[in-house]
Each structure stands twice: as C-alpha cells, then as structure tokens.
C-alpha cells in the first residue's frame, strides 16, 4: 500500500535576518544610490569624482574627519548632509564621511556629546562673554531682551561649544587616522621625494 505525498505547503520561508554589517552597508551610499537625488541636483556630476570613492590614506583620513565634525554639530537631522557637503569641499571619502554620522552619531551618543558642549560653551559664556547691559539701556525692551537672553544662555552655549567640539573632533581624527594607517600598514605619512635631480658625475 502506498502512500500518497503530503501536498506542498503554501508557507513562505521566513526571511534571513541581516547582520549589522550588513545593514550598515546597506545604508551608506553608492555613485548608484545618489544619482537623481537631492545630493546630486545640488552638486551636478562632481559628486561622482573617484577622488570622492577611492579609498585612499588622505582621503579617509579627510572623510573620517568630516563625518566628526558634522556628527558634532549640534543640528539635528543635517548631519549626514553636513558630512557629505564637507567630505566633497575638502576631497575626502563620502562613505566614510557617512559611516561616522551612523556609528558615532547614534541618538544615544548625541546626547551625551550636547550635554558637554552645553557645558563647554557655558564655561566660555561664564568666562569670555560680553558684560550684561544695564536695566536702563533695555527697559524699552523688555520682552525682546528677556527672549534673547534666555536664548543667550540656552542656545548659543550649544552651538558655540558644538563648533569647537566639532572642530577640535575633525583634527584629531584626521591625524589619528593618519598615524592609525600608517601604524598597521607601515607606510610613511609622505611619499618620499623623488624630484632631487641627481648628481652629476665630473
């Protein structure tokens, strides 16, 4: 006696789930994934310059530090504009600069980075800043001037400790990119120069 086979089930397999990696790639862009965006209206074909995509010493080491300094200003939901638009003025890697604004820059870090450049631009504020006018000069203008002194101590020791934070962030991490590829591929941070005519024999 035979048997007859169990009938095919119409169970769809469930999806593989994604590694990190690979959902961190899936993310970054391509010279595929910009054409016809807004990056490339603003910027025209320029974007696709290889400079821009080769991954070279400096141009990592530049799109590293463009990623920084845009993940820390402290402008929410332009940074990885930022970091593109500074990654292509100065040639560095723009998956690079991205890769930052999607690793460092996660809302958990971004968090703590305000809280100490509220802190920094505070303590300049407390330190440097200009001395308060006195009641008179600002009776006529006493709504507009408790405003702007209210946005005085809140906002701008934001954006003012942001600008060094981002600043100070891009150079360290452009030299220590530096000495990084350097230190596991033993290469010298300038080629040697070659351009010494040679000596001339008598």
């Known amino acids: ?13 469930e999806p593989k789930r994604r590694s990190w990696r690979e959902r961190l790639h899936a993310r970054l862009p391509t010279e595929s994934k910009l054409h016809g965006t807004f990056v490339h209206r603003v910027f025209g074909d320029r974007i696709f310059h290889p400079d821009l995509w080769r991954f070279t010493r400096n141009g990592v080491a530049i799109g590293l530090a463009a990623g920084m300094f845009a993940t820390l200003i402290p402008i929410f939901g332009l940074h990885v504009f930022l970091a593109v638009v500074a990654a292509f003025v100065f040639r560095g890697n723009i998956p ?3 890769l930052v604004c999607f690793t460092v820059g996660n809302p958990f870090a971004l968090v703590g980075f305000m809280f100490y450049e509220w ?3 505070r303590w300049l504020f407390n ?13 006529p203008y006493a709504a507009a001037a408790h405003g702007f002194k209210r946005a005085m101590r809140e906002v701008m020791p934001l954006m003012i400790g ?3 934070a981002a600043l100070l962030g891009a150079i360290v991490t452009y030299f220590a990119t530096h000495a990084l590829w350097g230190l596991f591929t033993k290469t010298p941070a300038l080629p040697p ?4 005519p040679p000596e001339s024999t008598p």
């Open 96 to 98: 690079c600069a991205v």
């Open 119 to 121: 802190q920094l631009g």
């Open 1 to 13: 006696m035979t048997t007859n086979p169990d009938p095919p089930t119409s169970e769809k397999p």
């Open 127 to 139: 330190h440097f800043g200009p001395p308060p006018l006195p009641p008179e000069a600002i009776a």
């Open 162 to 164: 942001g600008m060094i």
């Open 193 to 196: 120069n070659d351009s010494t």
